[in-house]
């Protein structure tokens, strides 16, 4: 099948042929008749299989077919997790627009709002935001639903793995109600399958593969560490090989990948580092260098495991454990695209073998193990602590609610499960399988919170928060953004990072 055989606006055909695609790919051939015929839509494709592509064309296809109503405001509206998925969303609409007067604008935080203010008050044919930003703009009134025909929902497990479910769910409800909706995910179940009952009407599935599709086309093994020290070692070992063309490095943490960064830099590699508390105009920077090579390692935290789509990705590296398995198959999508070869490595320390577990249940293949003789263990060494969120450390009067257990004293709280604080910390328990534990005496004690899978254990200790200190009675808030208030402890909310 071919593209004209779609029934596609010849000014879309004739982009497509100018970008060099004659033929689409198995979600697009699937997805798009169904777009063109007006319904609803939900899709799940594996990641660099064209998704992007299947929803813009029947959306611009749409807008160019139908006439524009009269007033400001987008007509189609697509809504992305992060900003580089946004960016990357937006690069396929001008692509695809080329030959036609697209009106498009991206609403992404981490930019000013002076030229988002500007763009809202024009007509638009498209706009691309992530939901966060976009709901400020509801809030402030500056933005206008009433013209939106199309409605995209892209990466909604995404959204909702990040906390916006609640954010997604009003921007739907915003918008008109004969409008078309399409929503693209990993997968179709859980809360996914509960916003698409409450804001799609009978849509029509697409379900190529679920997210357990092994990724035939990426090599993938692991490397078990012996310690910190011998999984830098191993890593710089890595690095050195020349078939390398550009590699991505994942970390846990923004503080890992910013340091690491740097310690590969000062040892001769052109590397750079990405993650959530850089601005959009950095992030934009990043991308472009390791687009052109000026950049051949990228050291990035989970913001990349979507939505960063740049060829020539040779390797993956994860030198930390995603927070979960799913990541974990994005993540290695960012080598292999479009059909190429790829190899992704996994460092595995002896606290990640749980997660690698995880992972093996969740694709069905077992993750070949490696030795690297090159590269021997350090006497001493000892493994980094598992990274989880931050918690408030207990406040004062020892009660307990909810299975929440407040200390004496206070203890901030960070994601390596470390604190410094006055006093002892606060033991929390929550979630369920879970095992919360904070310890520590006197001051500086740490106040730790497990987060994330049923059945780790994560236990706070002694030493100073990188990212937070405790405040008397009531310890930090995550990242140590504001002190706590005296009083018991309490359950902190899902933060996203």
């Known amino acids: 099948m071919s593209f004209k055989e779609l029934g596609l606006n010849d000014q879309l055909l004739r982009a497509l042929e100018a970008c060099g695609f004659e033929n689409p790919t198995e979600i697009q051939s699937k997805a798009i008749p169904l777009a063109l015929q007006g319904g609803d839509v939900m899709g799940s494709a594996q990641t660099g299989t064209g998704k992007t592509a299947a929803f813009v064309l029947p959306m611009l296809h749409r807008l160019l077919t139908n006439p524009a109503k009269p007033g400001h405001g987008p007509r189609g509206l697509v809504l992305a997790p992060t900003r580089e998925l946004a960016t990357q969303v937006m690069e396929v609409v001008r692509d695809m627009g080329k030959f036609a007067r697209i009106r498009q604008a991206t609403i992404v935080g981490g930019v000013p709002y002076g030229p988002q203010f500007r763009a809202l008050r024009a007509p638009l044919d498209v706009l691309v935001a992530t939901p966060g930003r976009l709901i400020d703009h509801i809030e402030r009134g500056s933005v206008d639903f009433s013209r939106v025909e199309v409605l995209v929902l892209d990466e909604a497990d995404r959204m909702l793995d990040m906390g916006f479910q609640k954010a997604v769910e009003r921007i739907a409800s915003e918008a008109p109600k004969d409008r078309q909706t399409m929503l693209f995910s990993a997968t179709l179940e859980g809360g996914v399958h509960d916003v698409a009952r409450r804001h799609l009407n009978n849509p029509q599935k697409v379900e190529l593969t679920a997210s357990t599709k092994r990724h035939e086309q990426i090599t993938q093994w692991a490397h078990m560490s ?197 006093g002892a910390a606060g033991g929390k328990s929550w979630g369920r399988s879970s095992d919360w534990k904070a310890t520590g005496t006197g001051n500086g004690a740490g106040g730790a919170k497990k987060f994330s899978a049923p059945g780790r254990r994560f236990e706070g200790g002694p030493g100073r928060s990188d990212e937070g200190r405790g405040g008397p009675g009531g310890g930090s808030r995550p990242f140590g953004r504001k002190p706590g208030n005296n009083g018991g402890a309490k359950p902190n909310t899902r933060r996203s990072w």
């Open 226 to 422: 012996h310690g910190a020290r011998h999984k830098q070692a191993m890593l710089e070992h890595l690095l050195i090989d020349a078939n390398i063309d550009k590699a991505v490095v994942f970390t846990a943490t923004k503080h890992r990948a910013k340091t690491l960064a740097a310690d590969l830099a000062e040892m001769g590699h052109s590397s750079a580092a990405l993650h959530g508390n850089m601005t959009q105009a950095a992030r934009l920077r990043t991308v472009e260098q390791l687009k052109r090579g000026k950049v051949k390692i990228l050291v990035a935290t989970d913001v990349a495991a979507r939505g960063l789509d740049v060829q020539g990705i040779s390797h993956v590296i994860n030198y930390e454990m995603p927070m979960t398995p799913e990541d974990y198959i994005h993540r290695i999508g960012r080598t292999g695209r479009a059909g190429a070869s790829g190899t992704a490595i996994t460092l595995v320390s002896g606290p990640e073998r749980t997660m690698m577990n995880s992972i093996e249940r969740l694709t069905g293949r077992r993750l070949e193990q490696r030795n690297l003789d090159a590269v021997k263990p350090i006497d001493g060494d000892r493994h980094d602590p598992l990274p989880g969120r931050g918690g408030r450390g207990g406040g004062g009067g020892g009660r307990s609610r909810n299975a929440w257990s407040g200390g004496a004293g206070a203890g901030g709280g960070n994601r390596s499960g470390a604190g410094n604080g006055n």
